[in-house]
């Protein structure tokens, strides 16, 4: 193995870890530098639904341990997407969901059912943090970067300070400054939605909601304005802080109750201007007087909820394109491949871009191939199944919630 590579990581999202994770197994020398001053500075949101490529990569990045702690703390769920029609709130319809993984890649039950999971996000970018904090640097954000050479480049920091590497992975989420320098012709465009988030007890949507809101992956109603109301639950089979105590594991988890997650979203133009300026309780009543007129139990359903808890997001997604003049800096996750929600696929992407790409730096590590071919190779895939789930994802959210389509970019 060659003893003087370094990969530098910019960004601790769950695509950066998951490739730090698969650095540290294979042994592979590395650095994470992320903006935040510690793990958990801003809220990113509630609930995930992981696929094949998530679930896969967690099989394959974590350790034995915090494997276990990971099955402990998701929700298994039923494998459906389902409709709920508004003026009742009741599912009509389950579509079962899966992604572009063959049968014989997806995680499966034994008997071909395909695995899904709802997870709390803190709780899997915990998880996914275990055992890289000496490896990690809160409080450097990231400016722009110099190639030296072929096989080192130097990374510089907004407080003064630099880093330099073998090769640097830009892993920066959506407003990626790496993905600026690195490829300029990549561009992110307005979805033309908004979406206001919020936490909800489970209790209360068990009396209130469907059943299928605490068994399936999600439920989405819309309306004839394609505003929509969607819901996810995270039932924890353990409670996380619980899980890491039974397990005999020093991590310390967040005590959580099980909750779901409600999205009310649509056209920009649906919002007053004000929820820009807003308050949790403020989002939470525009929210419930989007839906106001659906179903007597759906605006008292957004009612219940935490009243601290809600955010909006006004959502960007990624325009399709090439990646040019190779170099030893490279994209994962969001940087390159940003989307709207509507099929849960972000984070599952960011996962398993950072698995196959720790697999590739593996080899070069190993002398198995050169950094310059590992990365084509890398950017090769990415690309290829990364936009082709974009490109799902922005039909998906045309029929779903009108989504502005990618061939008609306005703002890039
Ligand atoms: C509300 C919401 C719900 C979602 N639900 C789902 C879902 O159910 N399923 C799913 O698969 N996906 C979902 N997604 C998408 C998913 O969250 C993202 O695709 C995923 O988090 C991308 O991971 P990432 O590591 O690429 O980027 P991020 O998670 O955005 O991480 C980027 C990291 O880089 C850091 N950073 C940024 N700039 C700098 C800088 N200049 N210097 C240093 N560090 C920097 C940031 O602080 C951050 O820690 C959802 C997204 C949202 C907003």
Sequence with gaps: MSTDMKVLIIGSGLGGLSLAQSLRRSGVPFEIYERDSTPFDRSQGYRLHLDGDAINTVGEVLTPDLQALFKETSQWTEPYT????????????????????????????????????????????????????????????????????????IAHFVDG?????????????????????????????DAGITAIYGRLPAKAVQELGPKEAL??????????????LGL??????????????????????????SYVVCIVG??????????????SAELQTIAASLIEGWSDNAAPLVRTGDSESFFAVHMRTSVPNTL???????????????MTPSLGRGANLAMRHGALLGRHLKR?????????????????????????????????????????????VVDA
Aim: glycine letters at 8%; one cysteine or more.
């Design 364 to 408: 070069v590590a190993g002398g198995q191939g050169s950094l310059a071919n590992e990365l084509a190779a890398y950017e090769a895939s990415m690309l290829e199944y990364g936009f082709k789930v974009v490109r799902e994802a922005a039909e998906i959210g045309r029929q779903r919630m009108d989504q502005i389509p990618l061939d008609n």
């Design 232 to 257: 996810g639950s995270v039932i924890f089979p353990t409670s996380p802080h619980e899980a890491a105590n039974e397990l005999g594991l020093d991590i310390e988890l967040h005590p959580r109750e």
């Design 161 to 189: 300070t630099s880093a330099t590497g073998s090769c640097l992975v830009g892993a920066d989420g959506v407003n990626s400054h790496v993905r600026v320098q690195r490829a300029p012709n990549l561009a992110t465009m």
């Design 82 to 153: 389902s409709i709920m029609m508004p003026k009742s709130l009741r599912v009509v319809k389950r579509l079962l969901t899966k992604d572009d993984l063959g049968q014989g890649v997806w995680p499966n039950t034994g008997d071909g059912t395909l695995i899904h999971a709802n997870v709390d996000r803190a709780t899997l970018r915990r998880i996914l943090l275990s055992g890289l904090e000496d490896s990690i640097h809160f409080g450097k954000k990231f400016e722009r970067y110099k190639i030296l050479a072929e096989d080192k480049v």
């Design 324 to 338: 040019d003049r190779p170099a030893n800096v490279t994209l994962l996750g969001d940087a390159v491949h940003s």
């Design 215 to 228: 068994e399936d992956i999600f439920l989405i109603a819309s309306d004839e304005r394609k505003v929509f």
């Design 266 to 279: 649509g056209r920009h133009e649906f919002f007053p201007e004000a929820h820009r300026k807003a308050t």
